[in-house]
């Protein structure tokens, strides 16, 4: 995957992507439209738009299958098409994760380097989960037919999601710049949903 200009702060570059994915997914806000991904398919700004795109439409999918008027069989198949979708979110997790791996690789952790809870690119999804919710809690906070309580509320939530955005920002780059100075170090272990797996359950290899 070819390096992105580092001419700005991580974070930074992908709160601009998350927004822009987030802006084109409501021009229609369809979970079946075609995503328009402008950026070269092997770069990581592909994998970030690719990212939020893909968060966005299961948001508005977990918005429409707690419909209570939902019939079972467009339940069931939304709720496939979620395990589908979160599937795909942490295949792509890793693939953010292995460029991470290989912007970092010549760096040679100092004797007292620790490893993070988490790996960067789990700090990536997280932020562009954020980016979602401050999108749609803004708006919230503008519905013109919502008790004004409501928008009250609304705003107070949203200025606690500004916060954590400043907040997870702010930690991700400095991650990212311990790695680069070698007092931290990551590692990425595959993801393993047994359930996804015929060989590893039990209701599907019972089947066999």
Request: glycine content about 2%; hydrophobic content about 40%.
């Amino acid at each position: 995957m070819p390096q992105t200009l580092l001419f700005m702060n991580f974070s930074e570059l992908s709160t601009g992507i998350f927004r822009e994915a987030t802006e084109a997914y409501h021009v229609t806000d369809y979970v079946d439209a075609p995503m328009q991904n402008p950026y070269p398919a092997e770069s990581i700004e592909y994998c970030l738009y690719l990212k939020n795109w893909i968060d966005a439409v299961q948001w508005h999918l977990e918005d429409i299958i707690r419909n209570p008027a939902i019939e079972p069989v467009e339940a069931l198949a939304i709720k496939r098409r979620i395990d589908k979708s979160n599937q795909d979110r942490t295949d792509l997790v890793e693939r953010i994760d292995s460029y991470f791996l290989e912007r970092y690789k010549t760096v040679a952790p100092l004797p007292e380097a620790t490893i993070n809870t988490e790996s960067p690119a789990w700090a990536v999804d997280r932020l562009s989960i954020l980016i979602l919710k401050i999108y749609h809690m803004r708006q919230e906070a503008a519905r013109p037919e919502a008790p004004a309580g409501h928008r009250d509320r609304c705003r107070q939530k949203l200025a606690v999601l500004e916060e954590q955005h400043a907040d997870l920002s702010s930690a991700l780059d400095q991650l990212l710049d311990d790695m680069a100075a070698g007092r931290k170090y990551m590692k990425v272990y595959k993801q393993m949903k047994m359930y996804n797996d015929p060989a590893l359950n039990p209701v599907l290899y019972a089947k066999k």
